[in-house]
């Protein structure tokens, strides 16, 4: 079953621009992690979140999380083409530390 | 780092045939694989979770005698399309767990099949 929602399942923008992209789940969880899927390739972990924490930062990425609203977003900040990409959050149901995603969103960076 | 692999990256068959998939953990030893499924512009859809030395643990509605999973060793896990049909068209994608514990799971870069 899927746990994590992601929106928008579509985003376009231009090259420069921030590009935000939403998660909400379910029940509680341990732990939050974004991951990156190239066209028909697999999947790049970018950042894991935990249930304690409120915000992480990796280079130009930055994610929240809000556990008592369910709910994660991720930032792009100053998006490249290269950032075009299906990103999606994947969440542990209830402890099981089995990640379970969401349908992802795709995102279109023009150039 | 944290390097999984899949082999091979594509494969064409007939149906009827089965098709082996491999899953490798090139630079650590893996307890727990697991195997995901997804089809075009689809999520990732859990099959099933591989424990070395034991038998894998199938998500519901996932048949265990058409998706043969096999975790002989800490680095290698295999699955088995059997009687392979068309609508296994798939994008099977393996991920694999250090043994010391870590939450992050490593993926492999998956594996187009498509079946004729």
């Known amino acids: 079953s899927q746990q994590g929602e992601e929106d928008p399942q579509a985003l376009s923008i231009q090259e420069g621009e921030n590009a935000t992209m939403n998660c909400s789940y379910k029940t509680s969880i341990n732990n939050l992690q974004w991951y990156r899927q190239n066209s028909g390739r697999g999947l790049v972990h970018l950042i894991l979140i935990r249930s304690n924490e409120r915000e992480k930062h990796s280079g130009r990425l930055r994610v929240t999380l809000d556990t008592s609203k369910k709910s994660s977003s991720l930032l792009i900040t100053a998006s490249r083409a290269a950032d075009t990409a299906s990103y999606f959050c994947?969440?542990?149901?209830?402890?099981?530390?089995?990640?379970?995603f969401g349908r992802g969103t795709s995102l279109i960076v023009h150039p | 780092g944290a390097v999984v692999s899949q082999h091979p990256s594509w494969v064409i068959c007939k149906s009827g045939t089965s098709v082996k998939i491999e899953c490798r953990s090139l630079?650590?030893?893996?307890?727990?694989m697991f195997w995901y499924r997804q089809f075009p512009k689809q999520s990732l859809m859990l099959m099933a979770t591989?424990?070395?030395?034991?038998?894998?643990?199938?998500e519901q509605g996932v048949e265990k005698d058409k998706f043969l999973i096999n975790h002989a060793s800490l680095t290698l896990s295999t699955l088995t399309v059997t009687s392979a049909h068309p609508e296994d068209s798939s994008f099977y994608i393996c991920s694999a767990r250090k043994a010391s514990g870590s939450d992050e799971q490593f993926f492999g870069p998956g594996t187009r099949l498509t079946v004729l």
């Open positions: 630079d650590f030893q893996a307890t727990t």
């Open positions: 994947a969440t542990d149901e209830g402890g099981s530390y089995i990640p379970t």
């Open positions: 591989s424990n070395e030395g034991s038998k894998a643990t199938y």
